[in-house]
């Protein structure tokens, strides 16, 4: 999910949400898809996606925020339009899984650190399926 502070539909969650969800020691995932990162179409990019995590990370801390993209490069049309209200889903410079680096570049470029990121990419997640797992 995404911030709804940012763009409001039902999907995203709301600052009261999220800093619950930081109270728990939980995690949400960033989500790609381009209906969930703002209300006009040409602002459906990496860098407004990006604004969402940094939402995210300034409310919860980066402790609390991964990647949670949901690309949809393998669904059919027909489907996608069962769900989406564009059979483009796609968040411009951030398509799909294969422009990763596009939005880790991003991070870099906003001052993330190395540990930040990769605590982002992978390591929060880690950590909450071994408190899970034990």
Avoid: W
């Amino acid at each position: 999910s995404n911030c709804r502070a940012l763009f409001n539909v039902p999907r995203n969650l709301t600052d009261e949400q999220l800093k619950a969800i930081a109270e728990r020691d939980g995690l949400v995932g960033l989500n790609a898809f381009n209906e969930f990162v703002h209300i006009e179409k040409e602002k459906r990019d990496i860098e407004h996606l990006v604004n969402h995590l940094d939402h995210m990370v300034e409310l919860m801390g980066v402790d609390h925020v991964g990647l949670g993209f949901d690309f949809f490069e393998y669904l059919q049309s027909n489907t996608i339009t069962s769900f989406a209200q564009d059979s483009y889903v796609g968040t411009k410079g951030f398509e799909d899984v294969s422009r990763s680096e596009n939005l880790i570049n991003l991070l870099k470029k906003k001052g993330y650190s190395e540990d930040d990121i990769e605590k982002i990419s992978y390591k929060n997640y880690l950590r909450i399926i071994g408190e899970i797992m034990g």
